[in-house]
């Protein structure tokens, strides 16, 4: 695997290359990360990663100088694998040479709710850092997960109106064996949080139950899922069934023919938030 710090590099190592697969990341690669590039592989040759942690997406009281930075393990972990030709691992003067004063700025529709309404300008500076590294790699394919469901969402549609000639591919969520969706962040989680961790999961299961037997009340399912976590020490954010295809509340007539749903949700636990969703 070559390891690559500036965009020249990355050009000079990719130049001719036409089938190219991307998986952007931020690092601290866990077995989530690993399936990605497995997925990459299969859908293009050379695959090609990044680990960068984007200043633009964190607010100012988020937890950006918190990310764990763990480049050596991951490079040792993406080698144990060799799955990746090219790891791109630019730092911020690399990414971000002038202060980044054009912005891609996702619509408000989508862009602010949810997830935006409770982290602002988080998902222009996603889109943003996309944007530059999709130039930088120029791939044919990348690669997202779907526990960022919302993100996925985003970045679908910014390729498609900017009419870049990349296929966006999502990548099933993958889980820990009790359920909990592997993150990052949950390095975070003191013993007892991770031992509570799977009860969101265990929610959004129980909404799926509810809505696949028939019950059409979304307020009630989602205001009772919401105080059964809340009772268990848990701070909700949001926790919502939406329309897979824009994120919008459906209406009853919809679920009642049987409109493709999501459920979403983001809420702390102790001192971290974590995020999850399913698909009913």
């Not at 993406?78 to 202060?99: C, I, K, N, S």
């Not at 985003?154 to 969706?181: K, N, S, W, Y």
């Not at 509810?210 to 919401?226: H, K, M, P, S």
């Amino acid at each position: 695997m070559k390891v690559v710090h500036t965009i020249e590099e990355l050009r000079d190592q990719l130049r001719g290359q036409n089938r190219v697969s991307f998986v952007p990341t931020m690092g601290n690669l866990h077995e989530g990360h690993l399936s990605l590039m497995k997925m990459a592989r299969q859908h293009g040759d050379p695959v090609v990663a990044s680990i960068f942690v984007n200043r633009l997406q964190f607010g100012p009281n988020e937890d950006f100088n918190r990310y764990p930075r763990t480049l050596p393990d991951d490079i040792a972990k993406l080698e144990r694998e060799r799955d990746v030709y090219v790891l791109f691992a630019p730092d911020e003067r690399e990414m971000y040479p002038e202060p980044q004063s054009y912005r891609v700025q996702p619509p408000d529709d989508l862009g602010d709710i949810l997830e935006g309404e409770f982290r602002p300008g988080f998902f222009g500076g996603v889109s943003t850092v996309v944007l530059k590294l999709l130039s930088c790699v120029q791939p044919r394919v990348a690669v997202f997960g779907k526990k960022d469901y919302q993100q996925l969402m985003v970045v679908r549609q910014m390729c498609r109106q900017f009419q870049l000639p990349v296929d966006i591919l999502a990548h099933e969520t993958v889980r820990a064996e009790d359920g909990l969706a592997l993150s990052s962040r949950n390095r975070f989680l003191s013993p007892e949080d991770r031992a509570e961790a799977p009860a969101l999961y265990a929610a959004l299961q129980s909404i799926k139950q509810r809505v696949a037997a028939g019950e059409q009340d979304l307020a009630t399912i989602e205001g009772d899922a919401t105080q059964a976590l809340d009772a268990r020490g848990w701070q909700v954010d949001y926790l919502a069934v939406r329309r897979q295809r824009d994120l919008l509340r459906p209406e009853a007539a919809e679920i009642a023919a049987g409109e493709p749903l999501v459920v979403l949700a983001a809420a702390k636990l102790g001192a971290t938030r974590l995020i999850d969703n399913l698909e009913l």
